[in-house]
């Protein structure tokens, strides 16, 4: 059979002789021999194995975008182009602006995160949309520092956000993307699988019905890397038609199941500022680059970002079989730990977010031992309605970190429903809210702080939104706090 | 040649040495060597058992899969089975006992790292699990410990306690931290020729890897060069503990005679070495009606885990820094090294020092909270000042008009009256959110605590086209020690920095080195680096007078790539010819340097002595706001001054500083390690260990090094740098500290690192909830 094709650094290469769960970091520092990628963690935690991946479906028109090559499975490359550290100048030609800047702004030290934060730094090069203060601290949040304090890398990312060079990877933006066949792969026994249609996806899925479905292997590559995981038949999503996001015609979103987190997060900064704030801190820039909506639901993680958000905005899921569409409520998606009710052959094709009304205050939190690239010790979405009488109508309260499943929170709900919109309605809520969940402890926190904390931000919530219904990210925003920052003139020379 | 030569590129900005190989991925660490053809990977079973009593081996299962070499348990070590960096107390593969989760038992040889991983899940050991102490209590309790306990003390301390007008009394307790360094440990070990070794080893300690191979194998140790390329950083976590896991490889290119690569993924280099010392000091604090120190008696217990390893000079150090900027009259300070099942702890960043120093900061920020007095103030009223009050616990003298003056310097350059007034007024009128500020001071010890260890050596090539070879006996982690002794090199021999190139760090042609640590790396090495430098350029001196027509040697000057008589810098000659010049009268050009700390002598039994040749200042104020309702943090701005003296090269010191603080912050703060109750660490990846990321960095961070600071007696009076700046991240905790006052006023009880819970908790308490 054929292998997987894909372009590294500009030269078309088919790989025949690798197991489909190879990550591309394993492949590249073993089989390609390019060492400049490194292993830092290989959980997706770190960066060092930053690589750049022309992204041609972004919405916003082709765009490099960084990624972690540890969280990438071979299959998922085909049809694919990437870019490595070794392939940004060759050892005649300068050194790109991205490398440059790291040279003179001292952003170097030991240099073992050093290629990654090249990497990161090299998407950034071509960013048209890094216009906002805070979106400097996100594209680097999924590079660790060990040495350097951050400082001088974070000056070497102001220095060349956005300054997109005429050069060949610029150019390798505008060229046409030219679609590769599926790929029907079988190596030692197992089989990998990239279907263009929906008539190949089912055919796979009813001959193995439990078929590892890869979208942006965020999740399952830390099965592969952390407890060896094997699979017989593996199916990566990602030539399939299930990306974008469309506006409907009432003013809500409807979303593809393979769209990009940080597809999502620039579609919704404008009219979703809550959900744009809880993708803000959902994950590095590296993780939402592949991450996917439908991957982050599918997932079923109680611990999930995307659901408590989804949540309170009572989304619908559209599920997709041989047999055709149907649409279930994201109250009825999660059934237990990690199961939910997607049926046997059927995937998450999209989601649809209502229209928010205009009587909603809707915010969501996400609580976190580091505010960014850490996973939720709590996190929630929180949606009132007040009506004209000023008392609330409506009431939807969605919580991670709380229970086995992502969850609402029934009592707390109980306790505004009819009361009026106020701090003592709220702390109402807050004491009820400790009847609605039973949460674990563990490393990211124990019992008394996840239940005292869902409990405060039901506080926290009415005192943000009573003076103004949208919160909006400020210059250096925590998840949660949204005081800004004293202005410096440090920072504004900064800016 | 035509205009005026360069200056020297002494205390100067430059870029790190190997910037360029750096951002293009050329520079090549341990695992990025390919190793010869054939080469094998090991990798190690390990205890799953903090402690247990091995009663069955068996690896028939694993030798029988595909792509297994070899299984090697301890009866299988040639020589002598025992390593450590001190006192060989650790069994390199465990014989009838386990003593921590992560104590290797047996190393498996693979054709693949798969093989090799495959062969590691199918050796199978039996184990009777015992009874397993792993904490500092639990040590206490059954009256474990390594070594003897240090005392030093001093005064009369039933008097002081008598004139006490403020009395604190209490317990720290310091947390783990594991150092994070990108690259984890890695060693490839490649037989060469005559039963000799090439051990390639990320490793900050060259020479200890080298002698405990030998002795492992059972060969002298001319048998054996080891060599560090580079390090992906160290922090202290790659003095000690590369060893084993070096020792390992070697010991499989024993037995297979083929190359062996070992590298501890990040779960096993988190999971199996030791990390920071978690300390307990218990204190008793006596002070005058102003505030003014009398009497402090403190019981320091560190968890230094199952071996001795540098425990009893991290213990050391934490004594020697419990006193920080503060002159204490009467004292007594106790320490102790708690024997326990945890892998090893061993040397991280400030060695003991931080730890030591949090607990004096402790009794200084519960005082200032009672009383409700600014804790900057308080400090300064115990700065170290004119005789008597100059002389530390131990009797060391201590120059105190440099750290009064980065404190004027840092004081106004921060606005820290003002801007602590500014704060009170936020607070007030803001329910849920505080802010609050918080100084720190840094007194820092320099030099190996054991004198011996204070010297180094180098060796200077020159070739005959001018060029320059330089190798010295310090390893390169990041911290910029290459980029300063290539500059040192460059200033010496009056070449330009891209005529000299740094050698590999070897044991062949530097011995008996000390390992790169205590922030000497430069002070030891640039004064060797220079020795031999001159010893080349004074012999190179008497030719060139001939060649220039010179009065004589002593008139004449190396820059710039040029060779002139002073005065006449237009009639001059290339160093290169010079060079050239000597090859052809038969001259050598070559040189060794060596360089010895003078002056340094500590008697422990007594309790005193000199142990630091000197020490480094610094000051800082740090501004945090904290959220009521999460107990999350953030820092607003950061106003650093830093004491290195004349800086060799400013713009790898301010890295240094800031790097160093923003890791002494991350210790008190998120980074927070946890252990189950078997004692299996349980954050063991950047998943749920979480290291500040860009984001915890203050947006506004002011660092500036003190100026006309020379050191005098210091390689171009300059100052070590890598461990004091530690230091300013405990300005953290008394920021918090302060924030924290904002929810109620009075003491606060802050359980560290100050994660978000903790913190929480705090509040809590605070507001008498």
Redesign the interface.
């Known amino acids: 059979m054929d292998g997987v094709r894909f372009t590294l650094n500009g030269a078309a290469v088919t790989v025949t002789d690798a197991t489909p769960q190879t990550t591309l970091l394993d492949w590249l520092r073993q089989s390609a ?14 960066g ?1 194995c930053t690589v750049a991946l022309l992204d041609t479906e972004a919405p916003g028109g082709p765009t490099w975008r960084a990624i972690n090559s540890c969280l990438v499975l071979l299959p998922q490359l085909h049809g694919q182009s990437i870019v ?3 392939g ?2 060759g050892r005649r030609e300068p ?1 790109h602006p991205a ?2 800047i ?3 702004k ?1 952003g ?8 990654g934060v ?1 990497m990161s730094l090299f998407e950034a090069t071509y960013r048209k949309d890094l216009g906002r203060p805070w979106q400097l ?1 996100d594209q ?2 999924g ?12 000056e070497a990312a102001e220095a060349v956000a956005g300054t997109a060079p005429a050069d060949g990877f610029a150019r390798a933006l505008q060229a046409d993307a030219s679609a590769l066949p599926a790929l029907r792969w079988v190596h030692d026994g197992a089989e990998a699988h990239v279907p263009t249609d929906f008539d190949h996806l089912f055919e796979v899925l009813a001959k193995h019905p439990d078929a590892r479905l890869v979208a942006g292997a965020t999740d399952v590559g830390l099965d592969v890397t ?1 407890k060896g995981a094997r699979f017989a038949c593996m199916v990566s999503l990602h030539a399939l038609p299930l990306r974008g996001i469309v506006r409907t015609a009432e003013g809500g979103w409807r979303i593809g199941a393979t769209t990009r987190l940080s597809d999502l997060e620039l579609a919704v900064q404008d009219d979703l500022p809550a959900l744009a704030r809880m993708l803000r801190f959902f994950g590095s820039r590296q993780i939402k680059n592949r991450g996917t909506v439908g991957g982050n639901l599918c997932n079923a993680s109680p611990i999930g970002d995307l659901a408590p958000v989804l949540l309170a905005l009572d989304a619908t899921l559209v599920l997709r079989s041989a047999a055709g569409e149907r649409r279930v409520g994201i109250d009825d998606f999660f059934l237990a730990y990690r199961k939910t009710a997607l049926g046997v052959g059927e995937i998450l094709a999209a989601v649809e977010i209502p229209p928010v009304p205009a009587d909603a205050r809707l915010s969501a939190y996400k ?9 939720s ?1 709590v996190a929630c979405g929180l949606l009132v309605r007040v009506g004209a009488d000023g008392l609330i109508t409506h009431a939807r309260f969605g919580f991670g970190g709380m229970a086995a499943t992502p969850a609402r929170a029934a009592a707390a709900e109980a306790a505004v429903i009819g009361q009026p919109f106020s701090a003592g309605t709220f702390a109402a809520a807050a004491d009820a809210s400790r009847q609605d969940f039973n949460p674990l402890s563990d ?4 019992a008394w ?1 996840r239940a ?2 869902a409990s ?2 039901l ?2 919530f009415f ?1 943000e939104v009573h003076s103004e219904a949208a919160p909006a990210l400020a ?2 925003p ?4 949204l ?1 800004p ?2 202005a ?1 003139p ?2 504004e020379a ?1 800016r | 040649m035509s205009g005026a030569p360069k200056p020297s590129p002494l205390h100067r900005s430059t870029e790190h040495e190997s910037a360029v190989q750096h951002v293009t991925g050329r520079a090549m660490y341990t695992d990025d060597l390919a190793g010869p053809t054939g080469t094998l990977h090991a990798v190690p079973v390990v205890s799953p058992h903090a402690h247990a009593r091995i009663v069955g081996r068996h690896k028939a299962k694993a030798l029988a899969l595909p792509g297994v070499v070899a299984v090697l348990f301890a009866d299988s070590i040639p020589g002598h089975g025992d390593i450590g960096p001190i006192v060989q107390d650790e069994p390199l593969l465990a014989r009838d006992e386990v003593f921590c989760v992560g104590h290797p038992v047996a190393v498996v040889l693979g054709e693949t790292l798969e093989a090799a991983r495959t062969g590691a899940a199918a050796v199978q050991v039996d184990y009777e699990p015992l009874p397993a102490r792993l904490t500092i209590d639990a040590a206490i309790e059954a009256g474990t410990f390594h070594g003897k306990p240090h005392v030093i003390q001093r005064g009369d301390r039933d008097a002081a306690w008598a004139r006490a007008a403020h009395t604190v009394e209490g317990e720290v307790r310091s947390p783990a931290q594991d150092h994070f360094y990108l690259e984890t440990h890695a060693s490839l070990v490649v037989p060469e020729d005559g039963g000799t070794w090439k051990v390639t080893c990320s490793t900050q300690h060259p020479s200890e890897v080298q002698r405990e191979v030998a002795s492992v194998l059972g060969v002298g140790a001319h048998r054996v060069v080891c060599e560090v390329p580079r390090m992906g950083g160290g922090f202290g976590g790659k003095e000690s503990q590369s060893t084993p896991w070096a020792c390992l490889a070697a010991l499989g290119a024993w037995h297979t005679g083929r190359a062996v690569k070992i590298r501890l993924d990040r779960a096993q280099d988190m999971g199996w070495t030791g990390k920071r010392h978690p300390f307990l000091g218990r204190y008793k604090a006596g002070f005058d009606a102003q505030g003014v120190l009398l009497v402090f008696e403190a019981e320091l217990f560190s968890n230094g885990g199952w071996s001795h390893d540098l425990s009893l000079p991290v213990l050391d150090r934490a004594l020697f820094h419990l006193d920080n900027a503060c002159y204490v009259p009467a004292l007594r300070f106790e320490g102790r090294a708690c024997n326990t099942h945890l892998p090893s702890n061993t040397a991280f960043r400030g060695f003991g020092g931080p730890q030591g120093i949090l607990v004096i900061e402790d009794a200084l920020n519960r005082l200032a909270e009672r009383l409700g007095w600014d804790p900057a103030e308080l400090r300064a009223r115990n700065f170290y000042g004119d005789a008597p009050r100059d002389r530390t616990p131990y009797g060391q003298a201590v120059p105190a008009p440099r750290l009064l003056r980065t404190w004027d310097l840092l004081r106004a350059s921060s606005e820290y009256a003002a801007r602590r007034a500014a704060i009170e007024a936020f607070n007030a009128s803001s329910p849920f959110v505080k802010r609050g500020i918080g100084v720190q001071f840094v007194k820092f010890g320099i030099s190996f605590t054991k004198a011996v260890l204070n010297q180094a050596g180098a060796l200077v090539l020159v070739y005959s086209d001018g060029t320059v070879q330089l190798n010295h006996g310090g390893t390169e982690m990041g911290q910029g020690l290459h980029t300063k002794m290539l500059t040192v090199c460059a200033h010496e021999l009056g070449v330009p920095k891209d005529r000299v190139r740094v050698m590999t760090t070897a044991t062949d042609k530097v011995p008996n080195t000390s390992a790169t640590a205590a922030s000497s790396g430069s002070d030891l090495n640039g004064a060797a680096v220079r020795d031999a430098c001159v010893a080349v350029r004074e012999r190179m001196k008497l030719v060139a007078a001939e060649l220039l027509g010179a009065p004589g040697p002593d008139s004449v000057r190396f820059q710039d790539g040029r060779v002139f008589v002073e005065g006449a810098q237009e009639h001059c000659v290339d160093f290169a010819q010079v060079a050239l010049e000597c090859w052809l009268r038969q001259i050598s050009l070559s040189a060794t340097g060596f360089y010895r700390t003078p002056g340094i002598a500590y008697d422990e039994a007594k309790g005193q002595g000199t142990p630091f040749y000197y020490f480094a200042y610094g000051a800082s104020v740090l501004e945090v706001e904290l959220n009521g309702l999460t107990g999350e943090h953030r820092l607003l701005r950061a106003d650093i001054l830093h004491d290195v003296g004349d800086s060799l090269i400013p713009s790898i010191d301010r890295g240094q500083v800031e790097g160093a603080f923003l890791q002494g912050y991350g210790w008190l703060t998120c980074e927070e390690c946890l252990w189950d109750a078997d004692g299996r660490a349980t954050t063991v990846g950047p998943s749920t260990y979480k290291v500040p990321a860009v984001g915890e960095a203050p947006l506004d961070f002011r660092v500036e090094l003190l100026p006309e600071a020379a050191q005098e007696g210091v390689i171009h009076g300059s100052k070590a740098v890598g461990e004091p700046p530690f230091i300013h991240g405990i300005a953290a905790i008394t920021a918090l500290r302060h924030a924290i006052q904002g929810f109620g006023e009075g003491e606060v009880t802050l359980e560290l690192p100050a994660s978000p819970e903790h913190l929480l908790r705090a509040i809590e308490a605070q507001r008498g909830d």
């Open positions: 021999h390019l060492t400049g990628t490194k292993e830092g963690c290989a959980e997706g935690d770190c060092a490595t550290v070794e940004l100048s050194l490398q440059q790291m040279v003179d001292l170097s030290q030991c240099g073992y995160c050093t290629p090249v601290d680097l949040s590079n660790l520092c060990r040495c350097t304090g951050y400082r001088p890398i974070r952390k609580v976190s031992k580091r505010r960014e690239m850490d996973i010790a490393h990211r926190g124990s702080y005292t904390v405060n931000l506080k926290g005192h210059d250096r925590s998840g949660t706090l005081t920052s004293p410096t440090h920072a900064a």
